[in-house]
């Protein structure tokens, strides 16, 4: 049985076909929505048709983040204000936090970042096929068909923040809040004052190592929040977040 398994993954993953894609998207749509009722008025073949016409037949170093907009329009998400959790170089560290609890969602947890979440994908001018391997990489090209999804899947979940979100960074390295980031090039700007009242920065540090909340870098964030909404920032120690990872009973508030 596991030789078997291990067989149908090596073949899976290193098909090309366009049918792979088209069943992992539908398979983990499903999936999602199974374990997520609250996601049930989304129909996962419309979702494929809308996401296949973002890049079959393009040039995958030419798919612009607009190309996204007939998916995130066919998408149905309910926003969860004051749960939303942005992120920046800790993608382990928060995912493995969100996955134990539902009190914070990150854009992975929403249907459209779950699906796509892990997955590479492109198409190819004049062809109608799909491919999963020999795509561009995340820097070969600035609009590629992966980093301009997730520029829109982010553009999007920003848009819909309310309340108070939160948004964990990286204190072990030298720029917390990095310039280039998806977090401040697109999300950051998009939060509207009339729906957000706060953003709270996780600040995830070693043993009260490395960077601080004095950080130049968030300084620059607060005064691109402020006095729009309000700012605060707390640095957490890393074993605090890891205890409540290991211990998911823990509340919420107690984690930081
Ligand atoms: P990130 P962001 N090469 O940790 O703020 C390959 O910098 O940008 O956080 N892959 C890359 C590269 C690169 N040079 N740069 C980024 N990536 C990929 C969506 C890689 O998969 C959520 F809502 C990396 O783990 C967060 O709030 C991921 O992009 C926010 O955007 C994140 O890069 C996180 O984006």
Known sequence: ISLGVVHSHVLSSSSPSSESLKKTI???CEAFIQNNKSSSANNCQKI????QQAFVGRDPCNVPMEAYDPLIHTVIQDPVCNRM???SKTKKIVHDFTEKRDCFLTLED???GFIMNGLTWC???DSNETFTTGCPGWTDCVNNT???F???ASAAF???ACGDVTAMLNGSIATPFSPTSIFATIEVKRFKAAKVKSLSVVLVTKENKGTTCDDPSLQDLQKEIEPKLKYNCKAVPESKIQDCISHPDTACGACW
């Open 146 to 148: 992966v980093r301009s």
């Open 48 to 51: 494929w048709s809308a996401f």
């Open 26 to 28: 539908i398979d983990k």
């Open 150 to 152: 997730w520029n829109r």
């Open 123 to 125: 198409g190819k001018e």
């Open 110 to 112: 929403t249907l459209v």
């Open 85 to 87: 959790l942005f992120w």
């Open 158 to 160: 920003a848009d819909a």
